[in-house]
């Protein structure tokens, strides 16, 4: 999710840093405009971001710890380690985007946790619920293979849900276009006009290669194979996909998440390689 383009969010004419007043005003007019609103009532308010990520959590967690249990984790503890990781996950999306904008955030501190202000990147929490897992799984008895097998499920899952709360939230809107995909949607800033639906499509990405990842299941003899390749899959698809967003993260001419898309797919590649080699090394010889 991100905040509006030239003060917190994505912003590839580069990042604006003014006063105490100037950015207050800009995250205040942020979360006035875009927040939407699925329930209103005197006591509670219901936002469609938080909403459908909480949403997102809850089936992902499910569908992931039935996905483990089918292959022989048991699903208290499957269950347990999922859970414990949604926190990290949502810190290290925090993070990341802060990396993004140090320019900004290193000024005004106070704002890195302000939620009104909005702003979290994806890869930055795969990053650190992957690491936080390392000692978790090995405290838990869970082989880190096969659970990030079934992890990969809750992520597809919750991305489904999370992109639906962005395009109703209006955040990581997609760039202006007159194209016959193009729909008539809002940006950060609350401007309607038509739209290419980035949220969609990659609520779309997450969904193909959830099914992918399904079907090709069986046929992957070893564990970590179908995290490895959901990966893979994923970061090929938002390198493709990011261009359709309205405002781009930027490190000079160099998309920064296209950038972490491309050494993914390296990494998992490479990864997937080893683990296919090795497995044959120790397979028996015949005769």
Known sequence: MNPIPGTLGNGSSGLRVGGVEQLQDAVTHQGRLTASVLVQRPAIAVHA??????AGAVFGIIGATRWAEIHGIAAPRAFAAMLLLFLPSLVGA????????????????RLIWQR?????ALYGGLIVSFLASLPLLRALEIPSLAFWDAASIALLIG????????????????RPS?????????????????RL????????????????????ASRLRFDGALFLCALAAYAA???????TRETVDRA???????SISVALMALAATVFLFLWVSRIGAAPANG
Do not use: I
């Open 237 to 243: 698809g938002r390198w493709m996909l990011e261009p």
């Open 49 to 54: 971001y938080p909403a459908m990520l909480c």
């Open 252 to 258: 000079g001419r160099w998309s920064l998440n296209r």
């Open 178 to 194: 007159e194209s016959f995909l193009a729909f008539r949607l809002p940006g950060a800033r609350g401007v309607w006009r038509r």
């Open 116 to 120: 009104a202000g909005g702003g979290a």
């Open 94 to 109: 925090r993070l990341l985007f802060v990396a993004f904008h140090w320019e900004l955030y290193r000024h005004q501190p």
């Open 197 to 216: 639906p980035a949220q969609l499509f990659e609520a779309g990405l997450a969904g193909v290669v959830l099914l992918g990842s399904v079907q090709v």
């Open 159 to 174: 991305m489904v849900f999370t992109r639906a709360g962005c395009l109703l939230h209006g955040c990581c809107a997609g």
